[in-house]
């Protein structure tokens, strides 16, 4: 399998290119509006056909490149069946798989920090866009966030993956670049609670500013990012 971890140092976003092969069909996850050259040139150097173009969720902190990728390559561009974005090919559903030739990828929805927020399950490795960071965990307070079905999310879906599986988050704030759901459950300060009331109470004690870009990111993600402020 071809997996890169790429970063956009503006917003700590991580995106992902997902492939089976050198020459297969390739998947973008997350990507940002100002790096789509970029990801364009790294698929067509490692002779890649990208074919979708998805999501975690509506973000809050960048504009989304699945829009302008679109336009420059014709993949097609998904999110989950809850989003409110109006300008995708198609959505996905809980525990659908993606169409990706030769790479076993599924969508688990996993809401909390955001109503639309997926993750994709792959055999080795999870990609937990802002539900699971490394050592912390999505904010729960806007997006119809809600701290309890994060809890869900959480302890009823991803902490059930086997130990060993390889944790790729949408952002890192410290440098981290991967853990392991072993890892995260040992040592991620927010899960170490007793039950979902104190999850709960820990995450609507957290005092937050709004992210700076949130008033421009979120009407324009709704259109899939071609249409930058509304
Ligand atoms: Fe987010």
Redesign the pocket.
Known sequence: MIFRQLFDTTSSTHTYLIASRLGGEALLVDPVLEHTDRYVQLAQELELQLVLAVDT?L???HITGIGELREKTGCLTAMGDMTQAECLSARFGDGENLKLDGVDIRAIYTPG??DDSYSFVLPDRVLTG?TLLIRGT?RTDFQNGNAGDQYDSLFGRLLKLPEETLVYP?HDYNGMTVSTIGEEKRHNPRLQVADRAEYIALMNGLVLSDPKMMDVAVPANRKCGLARAA
Do not use: P
């Open positions: 969720h973000h809050a902190d920090h955001t802002d999505g949408a």
